[in-house]
């Protein structure tokens, strides 16, 4: 199960209260034109891959970030292209998964 979080204290909380979490940022929504198209399919195999990790990995919790409803935390955590995964540890971010496929500066 893939969580949704959008309040900056929940958020806090939700990562210190766990040993191991992973952070999707992302945009939630794609229009019309061809280019966000590919974006909002990229964005589903993305989706797919990280629910079967959720079901292998009972030990990390999978958190699906919107990147433009937390700015604060984006630019905490120096997200600077969507998607990105950050990898965090002990609540500290260990390491990053930064997507070449569809570059979106944030």
């Not at 939630?28 to 292998?56: P, S, Y």
């Amino acid at each position: 199960m893939v969580l949704y979080a959008n309040k900056i204290v929940s958020i806090f909380r939700f990562l210190l209260s766990f040993e191991k979490v992973t952070i999707n940022f992302a945009l939630m929504c794609c229009g019309g034109n061809r280019n966000q198209a590919d974006a909002a399919l990229f964005l589903q195999v993305v989706d797919k891959h990280l629910n079967i990790l959720t079901k292998q990995h009972l030990e990390t919790k999978f958190v699906k970030m919107n990147a433009e409803k937390t700015p604060f935390l984006t630019e905490k955590l120096k997200i600077f292209m969507l998607p990105t995964l950050a990898l965090v540890k002990k609540g500290k971010v260990v390491d990053y998964v930064v997507s070449a496929l569809h570059q979106k500066v944030v």
